[in-house]
């Protein structure tokens, strides 16, 4: 079955303490991407990736890493967590970035993350 | 940048037609306009887009106006399962071959039994 894994789906950790969310998807796609979801502020971009080794900022990068070794992982990083990272991260993928005007972006289910 | 205006939230009866509508009056040319749409407690997912002319799929259909600065999404027969946030997004180009979906706050659809 298609699709895009995040794990953990629910994590509560403190501030400071560094943590990893895993993004994999099995569908051969070249562009990756996360969001946070936040109320009242929608989903905002916070780092994608065109194809492996080129990833780019979106529009809420601050106190976030990615790395895009491989084609199917783009794990996000938070190296030291504060209270206002509690969110819920989504990641997506497509194709190709060259289709992203015509092409679907698939999300995975979602990881909320809550930063004491 | 281009945006979108959605009502925040709208309401309809089940198995009646539902029309979400989507002003972006600073459309560009080579913007296409998407809609995704968010179940409770899911990631978003990809419902339609088009150009210029009006499509139709299994889930929906997307009127385009003539002079494309504004869109309807029409679900023709809203079900339970049809309530959700629903995004209208245009996809920008922003340089090097590439595009980029900007999410807005969305529509939420009630939908009574």
């Known amino acids: 079955e298609a699709q895009v894994t995040q794990n953990p789906r629910y994590l509560i950790t403190v501030t400071g303490k560094k943590l990893t969310v895993t993004c994999s998807q099995n569908?051969?796609?070249?562009?990756m991407s996360w969001y946070r979801q936040d109320p009242g502020l929608g989903l905002r971009q916070i780092y994608y990736?065109?194809?492996?080794?080129?990833?780019d900022k979106g529009d809420v990068p601050e106190g976030y890493k990615v790395s895009r070794k491989e084609k199917r992982n783009f794990p996000l990083i938070l190296e030291s967590p504060s209270p206002n990272q509690t969110s819920l991260y989504f990641c997506?993928?497509?194709?190709?970035?060259?289709?992203?005007?015509?092409?679907?972006?698939?999300f995975g289910e979602g990881s909320r993350l809550t930063v004491l | 940048d281009a945006k979108t205006t959605q009502p925040n939230s709208m309401e309809s009866n089940e198995e009646e037609p539902v029309h979400l509508p989507c002003n972006h009056s600073?459309?560009?040319?080579?913007?296409?306009i998407h809609w995704y749409r968010q179940l409770p407690s899911q990631g978003p997912e990809y419902v339609i887009h088009?150009?210029?002319s009006n499509v139709n799929n299994r889930m929906a259909s997307l009127a385009i106006a003539e002079d494309r600065k504004s869109s309807t999404l029409i679900l023709h027969r809203a079900t339970l399962r049809d309530a959700a946030v629903y995004y209208c997004?245009?996809?920008?180009?922003?340089?090097?071959?590439?595009?980029?979906?900007?999410f807005g706050k969305g529509t939420k659809l009630s939908v009574i039994p």
């Open positions: 569908m051969n796609h070249e562009y």
């Open positions: 997506a993928s497509s194709l190709t970035w060259r289709l992203m005007n015509t092409g679907e972006l698939f």
């Open positions: 600073t459309i560009s040319g080579t913007d296409y």
């Open positions: 997004i245009l996809s920008q180009y922003s340089g090097a071959g590439s595009y980029q979906l900007t």
């Open positions: 990736s065109m194809n492996v080794e080129v990833t």
């Open positions: 088009g150009l210029t």
